[in-house]
């Protein structure tokens, strides 16, 4: 098992610029996540999905759009690209039942995106 | 402490010493939390979790307790390594939102040689 893949890992974006950072998981796990992190900070969630075709908006959804075609893949959109949201990114899954068992989840090795 | 909410930034501990990392959290119906180790560079990894009907859970020189009536966990690393060297988040599946993963703000240990 590959677990959670990024790409890219890294990309510079100028200011307008659109794009998308992708996330995959072989793990069949359920539940999708997309974080941000700034420097010296926690994590912060912009969406994550319960299954595939439902999202949902995390703490910072602002500028960004997601997808959940399929069970594996999650997508992070970026429309127009702003200096704020220059940040290392991370997808993660994991199992869940709502109201039942909930496993850990597992992080990809992030994308670091700066924006200029 | 550092709480799904509030954080210690920096706890700086001797080569050797034990470390002893808090959090705190506020929703008296969480049943399951999550330590991760994030290391410069790299994604969170899992450590070790627990469920709320048990107080304490051992890994290899971890061990996360967990006290109820207070709302408190932490976690303790025997005999600290350069190695651990890290930020450590406890995370906890939120069950107004879909379990999805809450996250404290992270203590960064630092160990001294």
């Known amino acids: 098992n590959a677990g959670v893949t990024q790409t890219p890992k890294f990309r510079i974006l100028k200011i307008g610029q659109s794009m998308t950072l992708q996330c995959t998981q072989d793990m069949n796990h359920n539940y999708m996540y997309w974080y941000r992190q700034d420097p010296g900070m926690g994590l912060k969630l912009i969406y994550y999905?319960?299954?595939?075709?439902?999202?949902d908006k995390g703490e910072v959804p602002n500028g960004y759009n997601v997808s959940r075609s399929t069970t594996e893949d999650f997508p992070l959109r970026l429309e127009l690209a702003a200096p704020s949201q220059t940040s290392v990114y991370f997808c993660?899954?994991?199992?869940?039942?709502?109201?039942?068992?909930?496993?850990?989840?597992?992080f990809g090795q992030g994308t670091r995106l700066t924006v200029v | 402490g550092e709480s799904v909410g509030l954080h210690l930034p920096t706890l700086s501990v001797q080569e050797g010493d034990n470390s002893i990392i808090n959090c705190a959290y506020s929703?008296?119906?969480?049943?399951?939390f999550i330590w991760y180790k994030q290391e410069s560079g790299k994604g969170p990894q899992f450590i070790i979790d627990i469920r709320s009907n048990m107080d304490k859970r051992q890994g290899q020189r971890v061990t996360v307790l967990l006290n109820k009536t207070v709302k408190h966990l932490s976690l303790q690393i025997a005999a600290t390594q350069p190695g651990d060297s890290a930020v450590y988040f406890c995370?906890?599946?939120?069950?107004?939102?879909?379990?999805?993963?809450?996250f404290g703000g992270g203590t960064r240990l630092m160990v001294k040689p």
């Open positions: 999905s319960v299954g595939a075709g439902i999202t």
């Open positions: 995370a906890e599946p939120s069950r107004n939102a879909g379990n999805m993963l809450t």
């Open positions: 993660a899954s994991s199992y869940s039942i709502r109201g039942g068992t909930n496993t850990e989840a597992f």
């Open positions: 929703n008296s119906a969480s049943d399951y």
